[in-house]
């Protein structure tokens, strides 16, 4: 069946950096829109970036953008978000998704994702 399973959360502090990873089992990874989400309790889901399976278009939510990259090798069924210049308010449990030759328009919407991981903390401390 088809898994995925993120690591590389952690306690920083802010102005740090965090690189979070996203492995693939199952599926054949480059087949598969990718993306990060994140949450904080009593909060919406929200998309931070996503990265489509043909043609490598990506999507950053703008309270990223310039700061957070996201990247995949299919070779290695991973998917990576980069993550610079931390600042508390990304502190969330972030989750990776996959979803199977799909495509994302203005915004990376979490409903076309049929496959969640089980979430990696980041806490940005300040």
């Known amino acids: 069946q088809v898994q995925v399973v993120e690591s590389g959360g952690g306690l920083v502090q802010a102005g740090g950096s965090l690189r979070l990873s996203c492995t693939g089992s199952g599926l054949t990874f480059d087949d598969y829109t990718m993306g990060w989400f994140r949450q904080v309790p009593g909060k919406e889901r929200e998309g931070v970036s996503c990265?489509?399976?043909?043609?490598?278009?990506?999507y950053y939510a703008n309270s990223v953008k310039g700061r957070f990259t996201i990247s995949r090798d299919n070779a290695k069924n991973t998917l990576y978000l980069q993550m610079n210049s931390l600042k508390p308010e990304d502190t969330a449990m972030y989750y990776c998704?996959?979803?199977?030759?799909?495509?994302?328009?203005?915004?990376?919407?979490?409903?076309?994702?049929?496959?969640w991981g089980q979430g990696t903390q980041v806490t940005v401390s300040s």
């Open positions: 990265i489509s399976w043909i043609g490598g278009s990506t």
């Open positions: 998704a996959a979803a199977h030759r799909s495509f994302f328009g203005r915004i990376c919407r979490s409903d076309i994702f049929s496959y």
